[in-house]
């Protein structure tokens, strides 16, 4: 791409006949907060036109806050050199094509940008839409919450289900038939037998209640009386 070529804008591929604000709120239905270290992350299209990948999920519309570090102005477009703890480039196109930037945001000024990702060379780049001064400090520790909260929750929609077998901290693992020293008890005789040989040294001992609970919790079949349990030591 020459550098001071226009890139494409999302929203060109939006029929003419549909209102500009309309395609305005299309973007902003699909704005994803970001930090500038997930943009360097983001996986590049796979072809022209292509969506960039962020923690496994396409965008189009991206918004992040920064501080402003340097502001370079061309005859066509600003850079706006911004930096979160990380460094990237934000252009904006002076034709006024859907975007504006207010006056506020100058050198040394925490300001949001809302705009769309492009790819300058190897490296990438966000075009801008829109951006204005923070006037609320705490907007940047929200902004980061809003980032990690998304991830975490678009991580957990992805992981793998957990097993539905949960093991027993206070039972030994599951031995195969005939490996216990005590296989030729009947069941529930077995389970107690195990579950206190698996247990530390107590010098009181360990209550039948306690017994009935953790053996009733592993799904031991008639753990859930203690009377019955009684009867069985």
């Known amino acids: 791409?020459?550098?001071?070529?226009?890139p494409s804008d999302p929203t060109d591929s939006v029929p003419s006949d549909i209102p500009?604000?309309?395609?305005?709120?299309?973007?902003?239905?699909?704005?994803?907060?970001?930090?500038?270290?997930?943009?360097?992350?983001a996986i590049r299209p796979t072809s022209p036109g292509g969506s960039f990948v962020i923690d496994g999920v396409p965008v189009k519309m991206i918004t992040f806050v920064a501080c402003v570090l340097d502001i370079i102005?061309?005859?066509?477009?600003?850079?706006?050199?911004v930096n979160?703890?990380?460094?990237?480039?934000?252009?904006?196109?002076?034709?006024?094509n859907l975007g504006s930037v207010n006056d506020n945001v100058q050198v040394l000024v925490y300001a949001r940008f809302i705009g769309y990702l492009v790819l300058v060379g190897e490296t990438i780049h966000v075009v801008v839409r829109s951006a204005h001064k923070l006037e609320d400090y705490m907007e940047i520790d929200f902004h980061f919450l809003q980032c990690m909260s998304l991830t975490a929750r678009q991580e957990?929609?992805?992981a793998p289900?957990?097993?539905?077998?949960?093991?027993?901290?206070?039972?030994?693992?599951?031995?195969?038939?005939?490996?216990?020293?005590?296989?030729?008890?009947?069941?529930?005789?077995r389970a107690i037998v195990e579950?206190?040989?698996?247990?530390?040294?107590?010098?009181?001992g360990l209550h039948v209640a306690g017994i009935s609970k953790e053996l009733n919790q592993a799904g031991v079949p008639g753990a859930s009386d203690s009377h019955s349990l009684r009867r069985v030591s």
């Open 20 to 41: 500009i604000d309309a395609k305005r709120k299309d973007d902003v239905d699909g704005l994803r907060p970001v930090t500038i270290a997930q943009i360097h992350k």
């Open 73 to 81: 102005e061309n005859v066509t477009h600003k850079i706006y050199k």
């Open 161 to 189: 289900q957990a097993s539905a077998a949960v093991p027993n901290a206070y039972l030994p693992a599951p031995k195969k038939d005939g490996d216990s020293r005590w296989a030729h008890l009947p069941a529930l005789q």
């Open 1 to 6: 791409m020459i550098e001071s070529e226009k």
């Open 84 to 96: 979160d703890g990380n460094f990237i480039d934000a252009r904006f196109w002076l034709d006024g």
């Open 195 to 204: 579950l206190l040989a698996a247990q530390a040294e107590l010098p009181d």
């Open 156 to 158: 957990a929609a992805i």
